[in-house]
């Protein structure tokens, strides 16, 4: 079975510096997955990645595959105290059908101001 | 337009009771998922359903948790005899299918299970 790991498991930063979460796969991914979860509340979605060496951003957020596909890392620049939260990576481990996720254990990351 | 609601929010039971929770999707998602987030991990797959019919139920626990989708959109999860270590928030999402490729899942805010 494939398993995600995170790391680091948790993180505190000054508001205004860079971060980097990495994600790292027992297998090739099909398919990886970023969400948000804040205390009490679903999963938001942040970016998806298919394709080796694929790099995505999203105002402040840039998430990266490496080319064998078998890691990825999300990096935040300036962060803000709105970035606050759990971070999860998901894997599409159903063979590239994209329905069954596979998630690692979250990086819960604090901003302090 | 709404996202994935769940009901309730808060569900408090004793042990061997039997629970519902209730999740409505995104209107026109035709994918339905349920997981399980235990404290501290990530979310972990239960069942998808596609349109009515459950696809792929193997991360169901045992025989006791069973999920219905009688009409393709709102769905149940239904827990019989609960026990302890069923204690966890169970999230919903759901998502569509754009030409043969699903989307990505859009989730609920869940629902946290406690069993007394």
């Known amino acids: 079975s494939q398993e995600l790991e995170q790391s680091p498991q948790s993180l505190i930063v000054q508001e205004g510096k860079n971060l980097t979460i990495n994600c790292t796969s027992s297998?090739?991914?099909?398919?990886l997955y970023w969400y948000k979860q804040k205390y009490g509340e679903g999963l938001i979605f942040l970016m998806m990645?298919?394709?080796?060496?694929e790099e995505k951003s999203h105002e402040k957020i840039t998430a990266k595959l490496d080319e064998k596909k078998q890691q990825s890392s999300l990096h935040i620049t300036a962060s803000q105290p709105s970035h606050a939260g759990i971070y999860l990576c998901?894997?599409?481990?159903?063979?590239?059908?994209?329905?069954?996720?596979?998630f690692g254990k979250g990086t819960l990351l604090t901003v302090n101001p | 337009g709404a996202g994935v609601s769940q009901t309730p929010s808060n569900k408090v039971t004793e042990k061997g009771k039997y629970v519902e929770l209730r999740c409505d999707p995104i209107s026109g998602h035709t994918a339905l998922y349920w997981y399980r987030q235990s404290l501290g991990q990530g979310p972990e797959f239960l069942i998808y359903?596609?349109?009515?019919?459950?696809?792929?139920d193997s991360g169901l626990p045992n025989d006791r948790f069973f999920a219905v989708r009688p009409e393709g959109s709102v769905s149940t999860l239904k827990i019989q005899r609960t026990e302890r270590g069923d204690s966890a928030v169970y999230l919903c999402?759901?998502?569509?299918?754009?030409?043969?490729?699903?989307?990505?899942?859009?989730f609920g805010p869940g629902t946290r299970l406690t069993v007394l």
């Open positions: 999402a759901s998502s569509f299918r754009r030409g043969a490729q699903l989307t990505e899942q859009f």
């Open positions: 297998k090739t991914l099909y398919g």
């Open positions: 998901g894997a599409d481990s159903s063979g590239g059908s994209n329905y069954k996720l596979t």
């Open positions: 359903f596609q349109g009515t019919g459950a696809a792929d």
């Open positions: 990645l298919q394709k080796g060496g």
